[in-house]
């Protein structure tokens, strides 16, 4: 259990795990229950019902690092993201899994940026197939970079705008990239029918648009509440 509470610094945004972290370094033996401070995606894979096993948590933590590194340098996060990649990021992309069915094969995350939040469900769902889609180039030769080094074989890129797609997939996920009114057309025209499109942008109260129904993540969870917007084909 010490890698849940020691390890790297993008797993620790708060005051407390720094402490944490100072304790598991002056005191290499494992630590009494009490000052486990575990990371917000952690707890978001447990909100969800994920059981990680070791392997993912290791590439997660690859992966949380490289954002910070490669892409942050790059351009695919913003500069003044590194403090947030944990809680924002991680955590939140691993969230969309609540309402991935378990028998969809395909999800779709389209304008995945830096790989958000395709290249976390892709770790913490290795049954599903999962293609990162945009039509920035430099975005996806970053994309591609990401999937090469952290060994994701059920993850593939695609450099397409979303306007060109055409599909028939279980699973649409995008996070910041349209907005609910721009995505709703998209998800009708690309999902089988028993399909599932995921929304999710950065709001600070409660989204409602029509045709989604709004699904509200307690503040537990990530220390503020979250929202989702879910449409299911017909
Ligand atoms: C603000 S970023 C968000 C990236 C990521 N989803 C995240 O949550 O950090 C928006 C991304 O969507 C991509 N994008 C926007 N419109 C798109 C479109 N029509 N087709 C493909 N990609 C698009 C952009 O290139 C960019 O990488």
Known sequence: MKSLSG??????????????????FLYPLPLPPLFHVKPHWIRAAEYVGLDLQPGQIETMERYGLWLTGEAMRAGGIGPDESERI?????????????????????????????????????????????????????????LRRAVRILGLANCSVCHRDIADLSGDVDVIVSRASLIPEELLPVARSQLRPGGTAINAGSWRSRPDHDGWTTIEIPPHVLDQTVWLLIMRQE
Do not use: M, N, Y
């Open 86 to 142: 944990d809680q924002r990021h991680l955590a939140d992309s691993i969230l969309f899994a609540t309402e991935i069915p378990d028998d969809a094969r395909d999800v779709w995350d389209l304008g995945s940026g830096a790989g958000l939040p395709g290249i976390p469900l892709a770790i913490c769902l290795p049954e599903k197939e999962i293609v990162l889609v945009d039509r920035a180039g430099r975005r996806v030769d970053l």
């Open 7 to 24: 390890g790297s610094a993008f797993l620790k945004p708060g005051s407390t795990t720094r402490a944490t972290f100072l304790l598991d």
